[in-house]
């Protein structure tokens, strides 16, 4: 067994690396890197260095982590980190500053060229997907180059949920009929930013947020014809007035124009290219802070739901023709599931072996994901 330390680094000092107080998301990568052990935090690298500094303070106060982050340092710039060499990084800031070949936003690509795996949060850019495989073309040809993973985070893909449903629907035999995906964002209890709220900013709620239960679909059913896909959005100047959200806190819209906003709900349906139709539902207007998420599959005498695949009381809903009562029933419970855990403990598995399968989200799949989040979004906007 590899016994070496591996030298880690952090690029974004936010929640989705350190966590969010009073947030019903469980982020947090480094706590579970963490409690993976045997590594070593050389820095945090963010332009809020007050934040960094903040950060790297809570954790040297801890007597049970406080050992991992000795030597670690704050930077406002990436490079400062490479130069560290560290054995991988964790990537995780919003998808305006990385994602591209323009000027400072390629630093994914800096980091595999200078030989350091990658572990990059979603969605992997926000430009348009035209310029972005420009970019993939080239962290595709770098990564084999230099001999380095990298790895997406679509977390649900290592839950064992999704797991479950991928050996049922291999065992049935037959293929996929139907898919239905749901993700509704709460929105009244935040934490919001005016950022999230804008679509050129973040590539917009299904490019962003929804990318989760769409890359599900491409890895439960298989790839999409792009080409079929039909989206209809609610915006929030609908001239029906539906569009209005009355519960935002501090006013994260009040300098964003009206029709610029993120929509507020979007349906989408499609046809995948070696299996059935795919379906998606999306908005932002539930009350507080917790999502509603689940992803439902049909095939020829096989139903499987299942349902709120972030939280503890998650379940997956399954009848079947091969039960001994077609009309039951049966349910599976994942009451311990962290899937964030899981693909962190494959990434470093990875890491450490250099075996490449034990990645479920190459970046060159997730590409295919971002492609599909696009034609979704652009065919919403021509609709509306």
Known sequence: MDTKILQIGFVGAGGIHFGKANFKL????ATRLEKIGRIKVI???????NLAEEVLKTKLSSEKVGHFYTDCKVFSHFNNLISLKPDAVFIGIPPLYWGSLEDGRDMELQFIKAGVNVFTEKP??????????KYVEEVERASRE??????????FRYHDGIVKMKELIKAHGGKVMACRLKFCSAYSMGPLSEFSFNTDKTGGPIVEVATHVCDLARYIAG????????????????????GCLNHLPNDVESHIAPGEKIPRVTFSHWRFKDAGIGSLMHSKVLPGNRHEISVEVQMDGLQMSLYR????????VVRSIKSEDPNKDVEYAFPEQDSFYNELCAFIKAVRSGDRSVIESTYQDAAKTYQFTWKIRRSGETSS
Do not use: R
């Open 26 to 29: 469980p982020w947090g990568h």
């Open 43 to 49: 820095a945090i690298v963010d332009p809020n260095t």
């Open 124 to 133: 992997q850019s926000n430009v348009p997907p035209e310029k972005f495989d």
């Open 146 to 155: 230099n001999n380095v993973l990298v790895s997406v985070g679509y977390m």
């Open 223 to 242: 790839d999409v014809d792009l080409e079929s896909i039909q989206t209809v959005i609610l915006k929030d100047n609908d001239q029906s007035g539906a």
């Open 309 to 316: 695949p972030v939280e503890e009381e998650c379940t997956l």
